[in-house]
């Protein structure tokens, strides 16, 4: 997640400098083919042009707002962990009372540090790639690379979970969900020895319930790719209405000249050029802004902060239960908080 | 559900190559009328074309919009199917205590594998075509019918329940809907035998109601089409565009080739074929882009994957139940996942 | 309902046919005033019609997409009203058992025999015409007088609940509200003569206060028409667009006019009879798409199939009962399904 | 809310008028300046204009939207206030009771007529003005005064409550508040008496519990207003676009006028003031139709008609307690209901 | 929030007054150049800045609706704590029942109290400044610092709590967080002296999960910026809009000037400098509204008005547990309530 109101140029050019150099050649040709070789045939007139370009402008539209949603929802799903997060905790420092204060700690302490441990563990799930994922240039990805973390196994829970409980972890094809299964587990043996009533069982039992939601809604958006139809031909569309666009600009900005007087006229419709890249560029950025929302869970510049998330909450629980030594915040990288 | 970032021109040809030709030869022709036949009255003025195909992106964006949310409620509800059953599962695994290890073992088994029984039930119900099912051309259908299954029974059910319940189930007019039918009593059995109490059995019978309401929200999806009203229209007025651009773009290349001054200048008009083409498989490929998540259960390129989903679940919910020879997870067929 | 993916153009035109006369007069009109009286003022630059064209364009688009709300809600509660009912049954089959098989029929079967009668109830409740209603022309009326049932009473329950029963019923203002009130008071009779736990009386009254929901949210859309600002100034701009634009027109083709040179070139206006109505045609078609929607429960052509629907629910739940002799689901007519 | 499909044109000329004289003076004078003056330089080019109409049509657009949401909001509110204003009386006539039929008769009384009280309380605390209310201009405020009721105290409880708690209530800052408070008091008593037990008292606060959120939600929308920068700069671009229309009509009108051939050429611009004016009041009208809806509880013509769901909400309860001397409903005055 | 319905043009100048001048200075430069140097060719076609114009505007507009829902949003889960705020005090007045009134009153007090120090607590957390807040010219922001509070320390719970409990506050990462704790902790102990049932502990603490999601969700609309590549890159484009459009309204002018007659023609041109200012203003006034809906916690002139809302419900709570004395409601400064 970027934090700063304002983009840098240089991200900007880091994301764009390809395109520009593209954008810039190739009209470039097309001017030398109409000027040198004086092909005056080889434009387009621009009317059916500003259709194409509104259509498309409607389209990226669209994509956009789509893949802002899936972004947010993200979001959404994750303040949703924090927020069950201390519920959970605060049922079990208010429910758990065996008389003994040093066993109350004990149960509780167990069951709240499963907490994040199951919380990291979906964390590393959901930042493992798809066939899907995006791929931007080369400078972009060594960005992300330097700071990003790809941990493949479920190491995150150690520390927050027992060796025994970890060992059978390891064998499951997906620890998250065996976590809650073990919390549920333990719940309902606490019930058994007397420690909770039948509501207690019933609020902690709901927020399970809960987590498995919030999971499964963060398996969902990761493992759906916004429709490939939708989000494919938003690409297409669009490099063609750009490769399309300096044939259009010729035509008008010669038009245009045939006002001018002075010696300048020839060399007028050079200015199709900057224009022609300044347009594509606004066209392929506008496209890009969407894909770069599409899968909220990759580590990469304006995704979900997962792991400073992680953090915050363990804080958190580690503060209610009246720890000292508390972990610092994750800080951001290069303005990019992970 | 496609799983590749970019679609290959292999597949966009296979859906477009007949639209292709359709739009060569009917611009071939209107060309000819007026290049060889002289018909230079055969042109329509550019400018209400202009209006028609501002006001027809619109109006394929509200449809690609109404029908990617269809898509995409369609995924959330199988997302919601995938969070209860876990519930469902872990609900069971800590609530039933007999005692007698082995016992409850048999008792989680029979409600547990009753569980994939009802989605594979439900999977197949969804896939069952409908009068206003969408029929692509040949090379298209092709590739479906050889990947896709579309069984009759439920047979999807056996090896899931015990052979009297499945006798049972043949004789019903909506299977899925009696297997939660038999959970519900087995469950209220349960509490009258003591082994769960009054709590225990209202949070497993709200697992229930979430099941039919899941249920029941697929089914609404399915049995109702996309407003035909707000579907076809659309496909008639792209048509209609479409079928105008022609004569409108003969005018505007006519009136742009006043300005060339080489021999070309006659066979400027020409260029209207190529391009008319490339804007008609612009629109017409949006519109078709809607098309193609209005009905999310029919086993097409993107649809649910719901295959999927249900082997995913009976992993799941068989790794809870500590099972060592866990099935496959379903690979994609041709990039497409089923 | 429509049930199939294209629309007839026999259906189109029966909903057509005198807006297309009107058109055609029209332009012809304007066309002859201009043609034969020579009145070349008669017209209009089109450039500030574009504008209109755009802006009412955008305008319809809010329009049929509100629409389209206010129908897809119609149907997601008669959705909601199918899910709910299976609920109610199978807790009513599993929590009533008062150790007498036949008793527990009997019981059963009371309670779940009201729900039809309440579904039917309110279903007619519905389909009652209000103030607001839409009127098409004679054809299009007449195809749904034919078809459609429009009791007055609420004859529906007879058959579903006791005589005496009924004949409260029939004192009531408003007979569906009352069907759940008598529902509720059964429910907690049951609990007084102890055949359900608290639990269960909570459970069964939390599906009554479900349906209390549903009931209302219809009633919310069938008393409160579309705003009829937003709803009857869409119709009135778009009929003065839809008037302007032969004038606009006119001055396009005879500008285009100019560059012909044949002798055609008088007759090249005449272009704009055809142009004119067809462009007319498309809004105000896509006007009256949205018109088709916007009140959910008339039995009109895109309506919620509520006797259908009806019909669907009662099989489900007589089969759950184990009735052999279920009835049969509604067929469409003429592609309609009511 | 206006019930009847088209809005009469009285009814449009009254809210029209005033505006309707302003852009004719304002079109006719720069038509004199024009042609008596002959300054042909007062005239703007009208390419830019259709830029800034487009984006005035989309803004207005994205107003339009909100302000139905908001209107639509406050709709679905008191619709929810519909609903569990029957779920609060058939859970009160099938709790309560105490093997006395006539006081059962009472305390259900006293709590079922406490709630009319309630929305009635509430009806008037949100009929008061706020400082941004809308002002019409005087023939259409003159309408609403003389048919709508804006009581200032809490009399509306009187006949519902007690004297005693009406003489409370007279001192309370958010009367609508301390009545259901009273509720949840009487509630809780009735279970110290052993009438309710825990689950019924449970249910029962939770519809409490459901109406402070609806009164809250009509709080939200009553107190906060659309944001003043959407709404306002709405009316300012709309304006803007509006003074500067007729300097662009001016100019096309003057620019088309060059091919006319006959006598009436000077005149020919004349046409722009009837344009200007049916444009001006399109852009308006699309306006101000937004701001009618922003406020949906001031009882002007389209906001949520809650005087007569006040009352068909007292018929509803009053029939359940079979009384037999129920009120009318409430008439639409001019066709509109409030 | 600002309260009237009309922005006061002092309000607008004193936001629009630096652009307002960078506008009309750059025009000037611009029109110099063509007018004195007789740089004739420093004009671009306005063609292609219509298409750039249009699809801008739709940019914005997404933008603005994604702004608004932000705002809208964060006013919701305000309304939200109103509305729990009052079931929390009901469901204590009712349901603490020690057989001694003024021990009732005391334990009564102690919770109720609690409960504005938790909503001042979060108002203090969520005003704190981020490092994509916005910053406005000085003339803006010396406004809002004039009225502005921005309290650094969790003082605002001195009065509600207890002087030990502020004491463990102080000390706390998030003292909201613990204060919700607190509440917790407090209801177990009171079920355990048996003042409360499992019924009321559950219900009681169901609000409390209520007040975790809300303060959560203000958590998150609090640290999460509206995603930068929207709304920077909407900054951008506009900006590149504007700085074109004085060279495309250049050429317009020029062109429409070919028709005028007398001497002024030369000076024609001249008119593109307030045509232009108006035209950027207009578009960068769309873009900056959405700009100040996006942080919607901040303190500025249409956020949420968090204090007023603060003290609104120390009041409605306070006259609920029948004090005299109680504080007066918050007025708005300048038309702006904070």
Same mark, same amino acid.
């Not at 997640?1 to 593209?22: D, E, P, Q």
């Not at 970890?166 to 919390?183: F, G, W």
């Not at 420690?195 to 759906?224: A, H, P, W």
């Not at 929302?293 to 990759?298: G, L, M, Y």
């Given at each position: ?111 709240? /540090? ?153 060399? /007028? ?68 908080? /992970?």
């Amino acid at each position: 997640m970027y934090i700063k109101r304002n983009i840098g140029w240089g991200l900007i050019l880091r994301y764009a400098w390809k395109n520009l150099i593209i954008f810039t050649v190739y009209a470039s040709i097309i001017f030398c083919l109409y000027y040198y070789l004086g092909w005056d045939f080889i434009d387009i007139p621009f009317q059916p042009l500003s259709v194409i370009g509104i259509a498309v402008a409607f389209y990226i539209g669209f994509k956009n707002s789509q893949s802002y949603d899936r972004f947010w929802e993200g979001r959404k799903i994750w303040g949703g962990i924090v927020n069950y997060s201390r519920t959970w905790t605060i049922q079990l420092l208010s429910f758990i009372d065996t008389g003994d204060q040093s066993k109350n700690k004990e149960i509780q302490q167990r069951l709240v /540090y499963r907490h994040p441990g199951w919380i990291n563990a979906l964390r590393v799930q959901l930042r493992q790639p798809k066939s899907w994922a995006l791929k931007e240039n080369y400078a972009v990805e060594t960005l992300f690379n330097k700071h990003n973390e790809r941990n493949i196994s479920c190491n995150e829970t150690v520390g927050f979970v027992s060796v025994s409980e970890y060992e059978d972890l390891e064998k499951r094809v997906n620890p998250a969900t065996h976590l809650i299964k073990n919390q549920a587990l333990d719940i309902t043996a606490l019930k058994k020895e007397g420690l909770l009533d039948g509501f207690q069982e019933d609020q902690l039992q709901s927020v399970l319930e809960e987590f498995y939601n919030l999971q499964g809604m963060c398996e969902r958006i990761k493992n759906t790719p916004f429709p490939r139809q939708y989000g494919y031909f938003s690409k297409v569309f669009t490099w063609i209405f750009v490769l399309l666009l300096p044939f259009g600009l010729l035509d008008v900005f010669e038009n245009d000249a045939l006002n001018l007087t002075n010696e300048l006229k020839e060399w /007028y419709a050079f200015l199709m050029i900057p224009f022609s890249v300044l347009i594509s560029w606004i066209f392929v950025t506008m496209e890009v802004i969407g894909d770069n929302s599409e899968d909220p869970f990759e580590g990469r510049i304006n995704d979900v902060p997962m792991t400073a998330l992680c953090r915050t909450i363990e804080i958190d629980l580690r503060d209610m239960l009246d720890e000292k030594d508390l972990p610092k915040n994750i800080q951001p990288k290069n303005n990019i908080l /992970y």
